[in-house]
């Protein structure tokens, strides 16, 4: 959407609706270009210009709703920041089932699940089932679409590939290329919207959103400025019980905290523990142990926990955000970084060749995509961009082999399911747009006498 098509100031408004409304902080997390692309999508969908579909926006609240949900970035996957799972999985949670009877975790801006999944693999690990009800888990977000894909427990290969092996086999069923996570592991995990900027969400008893022994609160501060994200922290510290724990992402340790919550370096990273006033920190959470002191686990630890270790995946997510944010140079040079630890990942390939697109290289992007569906021949996006490269390089034929195939492999997925490596697009979105392609195909060309 260009800036002439609507005042300013009408836009201005929209900006500070969202961030009054969600505390997404248009400007300063990176939103405006993202915002500018969605607003345009959305004016196109309603048949209107900007000015008018602007003043609907301001007037109507589901509306303004639609948009933010669709601003909302969902980048996660299974044991991400793996450190922190160790963590949680050595230190925190046996330290707390040693005190307690019933834990109650809660992931916070859960996207589509695969944190508080993480957490509840991680209890499946180390309590034998009968121990299980001892531990609940709650997820929430923001975004109800990412909650319904959540509940579904379906996933891409891209979002497992950092699940141990042995626990992929065990608690996921893979079925034409998904993965299917168990009943067992599901029912841990119950989901709801909460909305992080709103104080009347939480803490909350009928939510579960209260007396928390553990929150996670990762990768969505960064999107807030820094007066909502210190209304956020002084909320979550109000829905830990004493001694209760607050897992912030890497990046989120610069926010300022209230006086009850004490920060703990441990050997793995930093957590920050409810604390009342005056009270004295237990011991062991207050520094890292020495790597060659065994700790000391309650009865309860049936196996001792080991979670992968980060080789790949901060590269990985790190070119993702390069991209996203549009430094293709520092994009190409880290997915190339990324692509040396994981030479298999279909994703990584995929990246690359959306790279070499934005760069001009419409023959190198088809060969990774090429590359990609090599790898995982049912990589849905890689080959919907296959698709496009062909249509982009005039090989029609090509291109609606590629489109239709993209179809066939759409055909049994619900019209909602969100596509992995896009969090953005549903299955229905995506047959919608390869019909319209494979229609455009199908048009006499100018000039041409066929
Ligand atoms: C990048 S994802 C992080 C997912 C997960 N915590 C992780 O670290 O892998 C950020 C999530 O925050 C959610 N979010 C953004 N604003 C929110 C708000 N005001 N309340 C709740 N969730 C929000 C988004 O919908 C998105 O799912």
Not at 191 to 198: E, G, K, M, V, Y
């Amino acid at each position: 959407m260009s800036h002439t098509q609507c005042p300013p100031q009408v836009l201005n408004e929209v900006v500070r609706r969202i961030q009054a409304v969600s505390g997404l902080a248009v400007e300063g997390g990176g939103f405006r270009k993202s915002l500018e692309q969605t607003l345009a999508r959305h004016i196109k969908a309603h048949g209107t210009d900007a000015p008018e579909y602007l003043s609907r926006l301001l007037r109507d609240d589901a509306q303004l709703a639609r948009l933010i949900e669709d601003l909302t970035i969902g980048e996660t996957y299974f044991f991400r920041h793996p450190g922190q799972f160790r963590l949680l999985a050595h230190e925190i949670l046996p330290e707390l089932l040693g005190r307690r009877q019933h834990l109650r975790l809660w992931s916070s801006a859960c996207a589509t699940g695969e944190e508080p999944y993480t957490l509840a693999l991680t209890v499946c690990r180390f309590l034998p089932p009968a121990e299980r009800s001892r531990v609940s888990i709650l997820g929430t977000d923001l975004n109800p679409a990412f909650l319904q894909h959540a509940r579904a427990g379906v996933y891409g290969r891209r979002a497992v590939r950092f699940v141990p092996p042995e626990d992929l086999q065990r608690f996921f069923a893979v079925r034409d290329g998904r993965y299917l996570l168990d009943d067992e592991v599901k029912r841990l995990v119950t989901f709801q919207r909460i909305n992080l900027h709103d104080p009347a969400s939480y803490p909350q008893e009928t939510t579960g959103a209260h007396q928390c022994d553990v929150i996670l609160c990762r990768n969505v501060l960064i999107y807030f400025d820094g007066a909502s994200a210190r209304g956020v922290i002084e909320r979550l510290a109000q829905a830990l019980r004493p001694d209760g724990v607050l897992v912030l992402g890497p990046s989120e340790h610069s926010f300022e905290r209230p006086g009850t919550l004490r920060r703990c370096q441990l050997k793995e990273g930093i957590v920050y523990r409810r604390v009342k006033e005056g009270e004295k920190i237990i011991p062991m959470l207050r520094e890292a142990r020495p790597a060659h002191k065994p700790s000391r686990r309650p009865a309860v630890v049936a196996k001792v926990i080991e979670l992968p270790r980060p080789i790949g995946e901060e590269l990985a997510r790190d070119a993702w955000v390069h991209a996203e944010r549009e430094r293709f140079q520092e994009a190409i040079e880290t997915a190339g970084r990324a692509l040396a630890v994981d030479p298999l990942d279909p994703s990584l390939h995929l990246l690359m060749g959306v790279l070499s697109d934005r760069s001009g290289n419409r023959l190198e992007a088809a060969e990774w995509f090429r590359k990609a569906l090599y790898l995982d021949p049912r990589h849905l996006l890689s080959r919907f961009y296959l698709a496009n490269a062909y249509r982009g390089l005039g090989e029609r034929v090509a291109a609606e082999r590629e489109f239709t195939a993209v179809l066939r492999y759409l055909k049994d997925r619900p019209v909602e399911e969100l596509i992995e490596d896009e969090q953005r697009m549903t299955a229905g979105a995506l047959r919608q747009v390869c019909e319209k392609a494979i229609g455009r195909l199908k048009e006499p060309v100018m000039g041409s006498s066929t």
